[in-house]
């Protein structure tokens, strides 16, 4: 796919969906799904639930004083996001597959950042137990855009050993 011509429109819009989708459904969730309220929607292997979590990861960090979250929890993360950003618009030789990882990393950044400044907390909701073959934490879709974003980089520069230009 070539996509130098409309590089940067590209880049944008992914970074924008990946937001929205992000936060489209965590309005949803707040607005319909009690706090701690469990919903099953493949029986006991995939649950959804309205959490907040007040660190990162898993909640990481959610005990720190308010102004070391600031500072880990927003601060860095942002000018982490704003360095990948620079980088994804400067380098033009980076490969569809690197773009479309960084995009989604950034979309994703961007909707847990944005909600731990607007509502000071992330709303997790999604949760899924395989019967111990395969668990995780609650999560987000901002995650599964961060998770997917950095498959797409490993992708990119373990398997087609494509540079990201670091």
Do not use: W
Not at 8 to 29: E, G, H, R, T
Not at 109 to 138: A, E, S
């Amino acid at each position: 796919m070539n996509i130098k011509k409309y590089r940067i429109p590209f880049i944008f819009l992914l970074i924008f969906l990946n937001i929205s989708c992000d936060q489209v459904s965590k309005v949803l969730v707040r607005n319909n799904i009690e706090k701690n309220a469990n919903i099953e929607l493949i029986g006991e292997y995939f649950i959804m639930t309205n959490v907040y979590n007040y660190g990162a990861f898993l909640g990481a960090g959610s005990d720190m004083s308010p102004t070391l979250k600031y500072i880990f929890l927003l601060i860095l993360p942002s000018i982490v996001l704003i360095l990948v950003l620079r980088h994804l618009l400067i380098k033009k030789d980076l490969s569809v597959t690197a773009i479309i990882g960084l995009a989604f990393l950034l979309g994703g950044g961007i909707g847990n950042i944005y909600d731990r400044f607007m509502y000071k907390q992330v709303t997790d909701f999604f949760h899924i137990d395989l019967g111990g073959v395969f668990k995780t934490g609650i999560f987000n879709m901002a995650d599964v855009s961060v998770m997917v974003g950095i498959g797409f980089v490993l992708y990119s520069t373990l398997i087609k050993k494509q540079s990201l230009g670091l």
